[in-house]
């Protein structure tokens, strides 16, 4: 089983940034695909960023050139650097891992993007 805990998310204005951080904790297994989810109120949940853990890494279009993921393996953690955020980032992001055994996820961290 893998446990996963985000932190960073929070109330921000329009073109401000935030860092979410995503720490993974129990079975480990070095190879592994992590990245944020993120699911606004009445819609489905879309990938932003994945990350893998040779280091290959894809965005939504509509994130690129803004939001940079990025991983610690070391400390198991994987984070989602967020620039020139718009209203339309506002959603609750998720954190998550596939591994062979399956795939994880964590409880999620509200980013509000207002003015």
């Known amino acids: 089983q893998v446990q996963l805990v985000e932190s960073g998310g929070g109330l921000v204005q329009p073109g401000g940034s935030l860092r979410l951080s995503c720490a993974a904790s129990?079975?480990?297994?070095?190879?592994?695909?992590m990245a944020w989810y993120r699911q606004a109120l009445g819609k489905q949940r879309e990938l932003v960023a994945s990350i893998l853990s040779g280091g290959s890494i894809n965005y939504a279009d509509s994130v690129k050139g803004r939001f940079t993921i990025s991983r610690d393996n070391a400390k198991n953690t994987v984070y989602l650097q967020m620039n020139s955020l718009k209203p339309e980032d506002t959603a609750v992001y998720y954190c998550?891992?596939?591994?062979?055994?399956?795939?994880?996820w964590g409880q999620g961290t509200q980013v509000t993007v207002s003015s």
């Open positions: 129990g079975v480990i297994y070095s190879i592994n695909t």
């Open positions: 998550n891992q596939v591994n062979y055994r399956g795939s994880y």
